[in-house]
């Protein structure tokens, strides 16, 4: 119904198209387009953030508590000093994965001999813990379609140093395959036969029984 005259960064003036009458209601939307990568950052981070740092729920501290007595008493034993654990872990790295603050590659690892693998197996049981800086992760925003975007069809992917990365490839596989033997059969997630579609399968099964004994 109107055109636009001159625009400015505060004010926009319009002129009547002929043979039209002035509308009573005009509703006026401005784009803004950033281009400075600090600026870009900036929006991402501000975006990502309502996601990233929700409150956490307070539990109260008699419920873990109960959910305590219910796991099992045994120490989980770890060891970190398997070579047969990290060359197992080292094969499942993927070769063309993104490398961390370590600037070492997953495929770069794969190509050493076994002997550097067991004293880079020593040299992260000494630490006791990875330093500050080895803990730092890279983030990259990865835009889900082509062209002029907003923040929320930005997708962050974190990219941690690829030697934790192997390091805990190796912890956790030694942790699934005890958590498998300890865990009672109702938690499930996270362990071996035990995902979500086994839970569905089982539940199904339960449900079926009960019925066949009216229950």
């Known amino acids: 119904p109107c055109l636009p005259k001159t625009i400015t960064p505060y004010a926009v003036t319009c002129h009547r198209s002929e043979h039209r009458e002035w509308p009573e209601e005009v509703t006026v939307q401005q784009d803004t387009f950033q281009c400075a990568p600090q600026r870009i950052m900036a929006d991402l981070t501000a975006h990502w953030k309502q ?3 929700i409150p956490d729920t307070d539990v109260p501290i008699e419920q873990l508590q109960q959910l305590l007595q219910y796991l099992p008493t045994k120490a989980i034993q770890v060891n970190e000093l398997d070579l047969t654990q990290w060359l197992t872990a080292l094969k499942t790295l993927k070769p063309t994965s993104a490398r961390g603050i370590d600037a ?5 690892l794969q190509a050493l001999p076994h002997r550097a693998i067991f004293h880079l197996m020593h040299i992260v049981a000494n630490m006791g813990s990875f330093p500050t ?3 730092q992760a890279e983030t990259h ?3 889900k379609k082509p062209g002029m975007i907003s923040p929320q069809h930005v997708r962050p992917i974190t990219v941690l140093a690829q030697i934790y990365r192997l390091w805990s490839k190796m912890v956790t596989a030694q942790l699934f395959r005890q958590w498998h033997e300890l865990f009672p059969p109702a938690l ?10 086994d839970a569905a399968y089982r539940a199904q099964w339960l449900l079926e029984q009960a019925h066949l004994t009216n229950l």
């Open 104 to 108: 070492i590659s997953a495929a770069e």
């Open 188 to 197: 499930t997630g996270f362990i071996a036969g035990r995902g979500p579609v």
């Open 141 to 143: 925003p990865i835009p």
């Open 133 to 135: 800086w080895v803990m």
């Open 51 to 53: 996601y990233w740092q």
